[in-house]
Each structure stands twice: as structure tokens, then as C-alpha cells.
């Protein structure tokens, strides 16, 4: 298990029974694109630039779907702003919101881990149980239906889930057995049950009671295994599964080279990046200035960008760009940014590596939906 520095102590890091003490861990920081009020600064005008979200209470979690934020405040509150069309915004309406409104009443959800998607979001409380609402085409809530939901609602009744990621239209899930589940669209072998079937509730994938992290792009999955190893599954356009060839879909879990050194995993729409245990960040996939390496070329498996040591597991990947904190608590970013989404003042592509001011106190990252053409990121230090 893995550990980050929070507000001068550590806290176990996907560890559903830990629930910190209650330190303030920060203010919230945003960016980028602002069409549906996705900034939470009460309007809708693009920031290009860092801009921190007015609240009275530190920040403690946050997680970016397409055009809409879910955040988690330092008292448990959870809260979200920006789209609101499928109920995503959990607060019982389909009315959009550009500031921070409060998704009822309850106070429990201080640590827990928020993924948002598409048109949805999905958390597990610090209990151990999961939570889903917002769009549900294909099943990927999870709750038995294809029924969209504007409030949050539980996913069976089981306490031992661990971490939670949601792709464009398919949902995976680790529990604390090493087991790894998933549910939502299968069109593409997505969901890795060696077939094309969509699936309402959670089905293991196989049998394997080692899986370590796990990631979802568009249509695509990539995860790792505690003895280190790589794989994934999904669709392949433009060799996003990293397996060196292109177009040939994998519907089952298939190991990406022999190495056992890999770690962190993250995925953007047709991309896809680990972290290796010695802190090396290596990607794969459509590229664009997407990648880092510098290029605009494709790649159909895993390059090295750079020759840095020190990236944490803090990075997050969505249609078009990458951004990622180092473990001296700096900020880097890359790719296109036509609304500014990278946060560096202009509307410059970046093909490899830059970063943002220079402060060391950044904590957690979390981009836009993978599938925005121009998402906002959102960041709290």
C-alpha cells in the first residue's frame, strides 16, 4: 500500500477504512473550459490560469466529469457545479449549477474516492460501500438498471469495495480481496469478460485475486497486479491498448511486454500512462502533443517521457492532456489547450512536460471527462 503526504501527516491511500482526522487539506483550484459553469465561479468564462473556488471550508477530494465537478469538503459534505442533464449533479434536479451546491444533507463522505465519467459519477465511502448517480446507459451505475439517476443511490450492499473508475460508458471496480469487477457497456470488450455484452451490476473478471490499480479510457481499460505486471483490454484504436499493433480489440485482461516494475495507472480518452516503481512515466497511445515525448506520433507501446524519477502517483489523463504532481509537490502539465485546460496562462499546445508557477504544495489532480473536447482541470493544494 502506498501513502501521500496530507496537510503535514500521512493517510493511507485507497484504504476504504481510514478515515482521517479532520485537518484542513486546502483550497480548490480550477481551470480551462467554462460552457456549463464547470469552474464553479458563478459564471461561465474560461480560466486559463489557476482560480480558486470561493468556500469557507477546505477541500479535501475532488473528481471531473465532462462539464460538471464533484468535490468533498473537509466536513464530509460532499458538493457539485457545472452540467446537470442527466442528474449528475446529485441534487435531485436536472437544473445546472455554477457555484458549489451540496448534495444533501449527509456528512459521510469525508475521504471517500470520487470518480466522475461521462455523464456520471461514482464514489466509495470510507465504509467500504459504493455510491452512483447521473447517467446509466448500458448500466454503467452498476444499480441493476439502465435508469438515470439525479440522486445518489448504493450499489448492492457490500462493504469491501476499494477504488472505483469510470470510463465513457463501462465501470471498474477493485475490492479490498484484490478482486477486480466491472459493469456498463461491453461493445468493445471494455469490460474484459472475454465478450461484448453489457452488463447492469458488477461481474468479477475471472478469478485473479491480485490486481493492484485500474483505469478506463473511452473504451478501454488498462490495470496492474501486485506482482507488477501490465495489462489491458478494450478497443485499440491507434494502439491505446500499448500491445504494438493497432485496431485489434482485446475483450480479456492481456499482458502488455514481461516487465513486473509497473505501478500507478492512468488513462485519457485514446492514451493511456503508468508510473513504474521507480518513478519513471511511461505512455502509449494517440498522441497529438497528448503524450509528452516531445511529438505529435502515435505510439502502439510504452515510451519513456524523460528521464525524471520523481512521479507520484497524482496524474490524470483526459481527451487531450495530461496533469501530473511530482513527489516534490510541483505541478506539470502537457498537451493541447485551446481553453486554456492546462492552466498556463495562454492557449498554447505544450508537447512535453511544463510547469505550472512555482509552488510545491499541490496535492491531488483531476481532469475534465476523458471525452471532453475542451475540459477544464481541477486541483486542490
Known amino acids: 500500500m502506498s501513502n501521500r503526504w496530507k496537510a503535514g501527516f500521512i493517510q493511507a491511500f485507497f484504504d476504504p477504512l481510514t478515515v482521517g482526522p479532520a485537518l484542513p487539506y486546502g483550497p480548490l483550484y480550477v481551470w480551462g473550459n467554462n460552457n456549463s459553469g464547470e469552474l464553479g465561479q458563478n459564471d461561465v468564462v474560461l480560466r486559463s490560469s489557476p482560480t480558486q473556488v470561493s468556500s ?159 483505469a478506463s479510457g473511452s473504451n478501454h481499460t488498462v490495470a496492474t497486479k501486485t506482482d507488477g505486471t501490465i495489462y489491458s483490454w478494450g478497443g485499440n484504436a491507434v494502439g491505446v491498448l500499448g500491445l504494438n499493433d493497432i485496431n485489434i480489440k482485446r475483450s480479456s485482461p492481456t499482458q502488455i511486454g514481461a516487465l513486473t516494475n509497473w505501478s500507478k495507472v492512468f488513462c485519457g480518452q485514446y492514451f493511456t500512462g503508468s508510473i513504474k516503481t521507480d518513478g519513471t512515466l511511461w505512455i502509449w497511445g494517440e498522441n497529438g502533443a497528448r503524450l509528452g515525448d516531445g511529438t505529435v506520433i502515435n505510439r502502439s507501446s510504452p515510451i519513456q517521457i524523460g528521464s525524471d524519477t520523481n512521479w507520484t502517483e497524482e496524474i490524470e489523463g483526459n481527451s487531450n492532456s495530461v496533469t501530473a504532481i511530482k513527489s516534490d509537490g510541483t505541478l506539470w502539465v502537457w498537451g493541447q489547450n485551446d481553453k486554456g485546460q492546462l492552466g498556463t496562462g495562454d492557449r498554447v499546445y505544450v508537447s512535453s512536460p511544463v510547469q505550472i508557477g512555482s509552488e510545491t504544495s499541490w496535492g491531488e489532480v483531476s481532469k475534465g471527462g476523458n471525452w471532453s473536447t475542451a475540459p477544464g482541470a481541477v486541483e486542490y493544494s
Open 56 to 214: 469557507s471550508t477546505p477541500w479535501s477530494a475532488l473528481s471531473a466529469g465532462q462539464n460538471f465537478r464533484t468535490a468533498i469538503k473537509n466536513d464530509g459534505t460532499a458538493w457539485s457545479f457545472g452540467n446537470n442533464n442527466y442528474g449528475q449533479l446529485a441534487i435531485g434536479n436536472r437544473v445546472f449549477s455554477s457555484s458549489p451546491v451540496q448534495i444533501g444533507a449527509l456528512t459521510d463522505w469525508y475521504d471517500s474516492k470520487v470518480v466522475s465519467g461521462y455523464g456520471s459519477t461514482c464514489a466509495v465511502k470510507p465504509n467500504g460501500t459504493i455510491w452512483v448517480w447521473g447517467q446509466n446507459g448500458s448500466g454503467r451505475l452498476g444499480d441493476g438498471t439502465v435508469i438515470n439517476r439525479s440522486s445518489p443511490v448504493q450499489v448492492g450492499a457490500l462493504t469491501t469495495w476499494l477504488k472505483i473508475t469510470v470510463g465513457y460508458s463501462a465501470t471498474h471496480a477493485l475490492k479490498t480481496d484484490g478482486t477486480l469487477w466491472s459493469w456498463g457497456n461491453g461493445s468493445s470488450g471494455e469490460t474484459g469478460h472475454n465478450d461484448v455484452i453489457n452488463r447492469s451490476s458488477p461481474v468479477q473478471i475471472g478469478s485473479d485475486t491480485d490486481w493492484l490499480d485500474v
